[in-house]
């Protein structure tokens, strides 16, 4: 199973999507593991949103929408308002 998220920072008030097979490990990355690489200027990260998908090819389109520039305007009116 794949899966794509979005995290927020509270702090940096900036979201990042991503996808992966393991949630729980990724997310672990993004804030105590990686030493490098985007997501470690805005730690703490929240996990906000999750989609569940049975395939890889289905989990990498669904990212790519939502890092298109409709996909983060839906981020911003239907996601971060719950948490804002």
Not at 41 to 63: G, L
Request: hydrophobic residues 30%; proline residues 2%; glycine residues 4%.
């Amino acid at each position: 199973m794949f899966c794509v998220y979005v995290l927020y920072s509270f702090s940096a008030k900036r979201f990042y999507t991503g996808m992966t097979s393991d949630l729980i490990t990724r997310f672990k990355f993004h804030n105590e593991k990686s030493s490098k690489g985007h997501t470690i200027r805005y730690r703490p990260w929240y996990c906000i949103h999750v989609e569940f998908f049975d395939t890889k090819s289905q989990a990498i389109q669904r990212e790519k929408e939502l890092k298109s520039g409709k996909g983060r305007d839906w981020i911003k009116s239907n996601i971060l308002p719950k948490y804002l």
